[in-house]
Every structure is written in structure tokens, then in C-alpha cells.
């Protein structure tokens, strides 16, 4: 299971795991195994192999209920998106080299906002290729791709007669030699404080806000310098509108997986679509083609670089969002001296590092407070939630948690070594076009989503646990890895 590339849904009911030419979606049954559901591959060329893996979720407001999806990332830089049955819905070749990573940034869960908060939420989908070029995908476009060509395929059309193209935009990350992982940090909130470049490759201690109105933040970490923060205030022409292909779609589509689209976004009133005689006659739309060339790459300015000449930072994990996609606090990475470095990515400074952790892979685990120590909830604000930073070292087997910010261990455990962990999924994509109360209605009607991040560990030969943070009754606050049936499997 090593080999395996892993990307888990919200609460880990569905699994998706890909070695080089294959890929296989299971999902968790009555009895607590993991069972197969589909398979796909994609792979059209010689030598063509899947790099980079990603458990997609999808709102669907026409039941408030999630779908997933599957992301593949190939050495070709082919980017391809399947539906839980391994049927391919749509494909495009970004760049010629490999997909390294494949990231999700949306909104927070439900459980974090207030009933009067008015949100104005964004989305995306990062991709990583070699030579550091980073693709944006714009969330909600790409949401309107798969709802069109996933209703085409329910209503018995070929998905492959089909020609979508989603927005994105196109980075090159020139002021580092080595990009090894990426994160999206979205655009500026109109109170965020992004350090200065410091052009002595050191930290930055400064607060000075660069920018109010980024339009896209990313932080890149590798080699030569070993982190450094992107922005850009620049309003850089999408390769694609996603605006005019929406209107495009909800005008022309006749499909009866979009009766929805006109009464979501207020287009028409639900009373029209009432008095509609008889069922719709599905239609194929002719949308323009995916682009047959590769688009340039934009340089995007550095604000800030931390370097360590005998340093390259392999891996970074950002912490869950606290009220906004665009607001989060910490980081963790994991380099090639065995470190790991906890940040604050708001002042661009280092809180933390640890020691003596080779290989090691990083996750977050959230828990409310009230839940933990049996207190009351809170009902005039949302429950306070607590932080958790998962390390674990592959080489050595051993699995510790921290609570955050500060640093405070509680808990270390011998897990053995050559397990995975992987970081669960949190809100399906679309969360940004639904409203706080539609969203809580579907968290509500038992859905995996609208809960708290966590993480699963994988053995090699299968087995499944989920770290859940629990309470010692006798002594000091703790933590436990929970080895519940309902969680173990072998697959």
C-alpha cells in the first residue's frame, strides 16, 4: 500500500486509490468493510501513468446531498475527471510535464458560521505540475462542467460527445528553484496582512498588508528559497468565462438534472418551472472545445521567501479554514532533515519545529469543545473547536498529536511504520453557491459533510483506522487512537 496514491472523502466512507495505470473507488458497507464500487485507468498513451489523485465531492442542490467524483493527474500533464462509476466526463492537457499534487480549497463547515453571517465564498482546485507551474481551477466553473456532462450521462447520452472546458488560470513560480507542494490561500480578505518580500532570505517579521485586494495567494515550498508566499492584485483574463458558459448551460440545457438551475439562482421562479407540461427532452450542447494548444504561464510576484540553503521542504499541510476559505492561521512541513515546521502563515513566521521525524506526512484533526468535555452548546455562537497537528513518521511508526497552537503534546503512539495518513476531504464542491441554511439542512439529513477535519491511517495490507481525539476520564486531558470495528477494514 505504500505505492498507493490515497484521497478519502469527508468521514472516510469513500476511499480512492490509484497505482500507476489504475485507479479503484471502494466505499464503506453495513458491515464495516470497504467494498469495491468502480475502477478506471485513462490512460491513453504509452507509458502514461496516474501521478496525482483526488476524492472530488459535489453538492447537488437538487437533493442537498454530496456526490463524488474522481480527479487524476497524469505524467503527461493530463488532467481527467470520472464519476463514481469510472466513467471519464471531461479531460484537458494543461501542461506537458507531471502532475505532482492536486488540492481543494473551499469553505468551512457549517458548524463554523453564524445564522446572520452574509458570506461571499470562493473555491478552487490547485494543481502542482514539475517546473513549477501551478493551475487554478475556478470551483465553481468546474461544479458546472461536471453537473452538465454527469446529467448527460443520467439522461443516456455519451459524455464523450461532449466538449466542456472549465475556467482556470495559469502561475509559473519563478523565485524558486524546486516547487515541491502548493497551497491555495485564495484571495485577500479585506483585512489580511501579507509580509513583504525580505530580500535577505530571511523571515519576514512585518505586518504590513502588500495588498487588500489580492486576487490570488499561494504558498509554495521546495527548494532555493525552501517556502516562499505568491500574490497578485492583477485581474488576469480567466482561459475561460465561467459566467458566459453558466448562462450558456442553464439557457440551452433541457435536461432534467438541471430543472433545478433556473430556481437555484433565482433565474426564474419555482412556480414556471411547476407548470412545465411533461418531461424535458435531454439535449447535447455544443460548448466551445477544451483549448487544443497549452496556454503560457503568468509570472506571479513573490511577497515573501524563507530560505535554508541545506533545507528542501517536501510536503505542507494548511490547517482547516476557520470563518472563511480565505482565512487560515497555520501550516505544517515536512523536509528532508527529518523536520517539521509548524508556521504562522497570517505573520509568516515559524511557531515550532520538531525533530527526528523522517518521512514524515502531516494532518489536522478538529474537535468541539463542548463535546469533549461533556459541556453544554453553546447556542448564541457557533461551538468553540479545537486544533489538532497529526505527525507521523513513516520510518520510525510512530504517530504523535499536538494541540494547537501552542504546541502542547498529547499523545504518542506506536503505529508501525509503512502506513499512510491521509487527510480526509472537507466541503464538497459548489459550498459556495449555497446559502447557510440550505447548507445546514443538508448537513442535517446524515451526509459526511458539514462535520470537523480529520484523518485516516491506512496499513500496508489495508487496514483502515480514523485518529479521533477523545478524553481520559482519570487522568489529564488526553488523547486515544480509536480502534473501533466500524472503522477497520481490509480491502
Excluded at 244 to 261: D, E, G, I, L, N
Excluded at 282 to 304: D, G, K, N
Excluded at 308 to 320: F, G, L, T, W
Amino acid at each position: 500500500m505504500n505505492s498507493f496514491l490515497i484521497s478519502s472523502s469527508a468521514c472516510g466512507r469513500t476511499l480512492v486509490l490509484a497505482y500507476k495505470t489504475k485507479f479503484v473507488i471502494v466505499q464503506l458497507n453495513n458491515e464495516g468493510e470497504y467494498s469495491a464500487l468502480s475502477q478506471g485507468s485513462g490512460c491513453q498513451q504509452p507509458g502514461e501513468e496516474i501521478t496525482a489523485i483526488l476524492c472530488l465531492p459535489l453538492f447537488v442542490p437538487s437533493t442537498r446531498l454530496t456526490q463524488n467524483y474522481v480527479m487524476c493527474g497524469y505524467n503527461t500533464g493530463w488532467i481527467r475527471v470520472f464519476s463514481e462509476n469510472g466513467v471519464l466526463l471531461t479531460e484537458q492537457q494543461l501542461e506537458i510535464t507531471p502532475v505532482l499534487t492536486i488540492k481543494i480549497r473551499t469553505p468551512p463547515p457549517i458548524s463554523k458560521i453564524t445564522n446572520q453571517k452574509s458570506l461571499h465564498e470562493d473555491e478552487d482546485i490547485t494543481i502542482l505540475f514539475k517546473e513549477n507551474r501551478v493551475v487554478s481551477i475556478d470551483g465553481q466553473s468546474l461544479w458546472m462542467v461536471l453537473r452538465v456532462c454527469d446529467g448527460q450521462r443520467e439522461s443516456g447520452i455519451d459524455a464523450s460527445r461532449m466538449h466542456t472546458a472549465f475556467t482556470y488560470k495559469k502561475w509559473e513560480l519563478q523565485q524558486q528553484d524546486e516547487v515541491n507542494d502548493i497551497v491555495s490561500l485564495g484571495p485577500s480578505p479585506t483585512y489580511s496582512q501579507i509580509p513583504f518580500i525580505d530580500h535577505s532570505n530571511t523571515i519576514s517579521t512585518s505586518t504590513t498588508s502588500m495588498s487588500k485586494m489580492a486576487t490570488s495567494r499561494y504558498i509554495g515550498v521546495g527548494a532555493h528559497p525552501m517556502l516562499t508566499y505568491y500574490a497578485t492584485s492583477e485581474s488576469t483574463r480567466p482561459l475561460m468565462s465561467a459566467a458566459s458558459m453558466a448562462s450558456y448551460v442553464v439557457s440551452r440545457v433541457a435536461s432534467p438534472v438541471f430543472s433545478f438551475a433556473k430556481s437555484w439562482w433565482g433565474s426564474s421562479n419555482s412556480q414556471e418551472n411547476q407548470n412545465r407540461s411533461g418531461p424535458p427532452t435531454p439535449f447535447v450542447p455544443q460548448m466551445r472545445r477544451p483549448p487544443s494548444h497549452i496556454e503560457p504561464a503568468t509570472p506571479i510576484p513573490a511577497t515573501l521567501s524563507v530560505n535554508d540553503s541545506y533545507r528542501k521542504i517536501n510536503h505542507i499541510a494548511i490547517c482547516p479554514p476557520s470563518r472563511s476559505a480565505q482565512h487560515h492561521a497555520l501550516a505544517a512541513t515536512a523536509d528532508g532533515l527529518g523536520r517539521v515546521i509548524l508556521w504562522d502563515i497570517v505573520e509568516g513566521e515559524m511557531i515550532r519545529m520538531w525533530k527526528g521525524v523522517r518521512d514524515a506526512v502531516c494532518g489536522w484533526v478538529e474537535a468541539f469543545e463542548h463535546e469533549l468535555y461533556g459541556l453544554e452548546k453553546p447556542k448564541s455562537s457557533p461551538p468553540k473547536v479545537l486544533l489538532f497537528l497529526i505527525i507521523y513518521s513513516s520510518k520510525r511508526g510512530f504517530l504523535k498529536v499536538f494541540q494547537m497552537r501552542h504546541g502542547k503534546q498529547v499523545g504518542a503512539y506506536h503505529v508501525g511504520s509503512g502506513w499512510q495518513l491521509v487527510p480526509c476531504c472537507r466541503e464538497p464542491l459548489g459550498s459556495s453557491m449555497v446559502s447557510v441554511e440550505r447548507r445546514r439542512k443538508s448537513s442535517s439529513q446524515q451526509s459526511e459533510y458539514g462535520g470537523l477535519s480529520n484523518c485516516m491511517l491506512v496499513s500496508p495490507d489495508g487496514e483502515v483506522r480514523k485518529v479521533k481525539i477523545i478524553l481520559k476520564e482519570t487522568k489529564p486531558f488526553n488523547d486515544e487512537l480509536d480502534t473501533k470495528q466500524q472503522t477497520d477494514s481490509k480491502e
